[in-house]
């Protein structure tokens, strides 16, 4: 039976932005080969992380939502979702960051990444035989650290203040792919393998998750458009 839910979120949460790049004021049209390249480096590995623990058992899909049409055990509109859910945060983190200036905010780079690191790696040990807890830990750790310590970003408390107003979208978006408003999630975990703490019906892992495919993201924008100029 073909379903259009998944693929009606997709399009909800990227529509009103995907129109609004070509307002003359924004332009961020003339970004999206700039964002294409970026999303692509980082989407293979979280597409292939997405098969690997689709694989494992760690989630599952509920084929009831999607269209029907599968790529290596996951549904289509789960692969799109690496492309339009990044390019609706990207697309905000553009227009935030040209409107307003926020590089104050880079004072609190230090504090934000230490303490973010700490708690990662406690929470991470402290639950190693879960194996979703642990990845996300793990990955997100070495990405604070590359971007602070190693390329020495100066903008990720601004991208942390951002991806927090995101949280506006991510609940609703998130929480309807989890089972909000619906009789069954579209997207189910294994309650073995995370923490079980839940936002509603979210996983807390899935926001960090989420953060670290940001921060990566806007690493890469951030490359190609200064290559470019």
């Not at 390019?87 to 504090?111: E, G, H, R, W």
Request: glycine share 4%; charged share 10%.
């Amino acid at each position: 039976m073909i379903s259009l839910t998944y693929s009606t979120i997709l399009f909800l949460t990227v529509i009103i932005c995907l129109v609004a790049s070509f307002d003359s004021r924004i332009q961020f049209n003339k970004q999206f080969l700039h964002f294409f390249k970026a999303s692509a480096l980082v989407s293979v590995p979280f597409i292939l992380w997405d098969i690997w623990f689709t694989h494992l058992g760690v989630w599952w899909f509920n084929t009831n939502y999607t269209i029907g049409v599968s790529i290596a055990g996951l549904p289509l509109e789960e692969m799109l979702f690496f492309i339009f859910i990044p390019f609706s945060c990207i697309f905000t983190y553009f227009v935030i960051d040209k409107y307003y200036q926020l590089d104050l905010l880079k004072s609190f780079n230090n504090l934000l990444v230490f303490t973010s690191i700490i708690i990662l790696i406690v929470v991470g040990l402290l639950n190693f035989n879960k194996i979703y807890t642990i990845t996300t830990c793990l990955v997100t750790v070495a990405t604070l650290f590359y971007l602070h310590f190693i390329v020495k970003s100066q903008w990720i408390s601004k991208a942390s203040f951002v991806y927090t107003l995101l949280m506006l979208g991510f609940f609703p978006v998130n929480g309807v792919l989890t089972g909000t408003g619906l009789e069954n999630p579209i997207v189910n975990y294994n309650p073995k393998d995370f923490l079980g703490i839940r936002m509603f019906t979210i996983p807390v892992e899935d926001m960090v998750y989420g953060y670290t495919q940001f921060l990566l993201i806007i690493y890469f924008f951030k490359y190609f458009q200064n290559k470019s100029n």
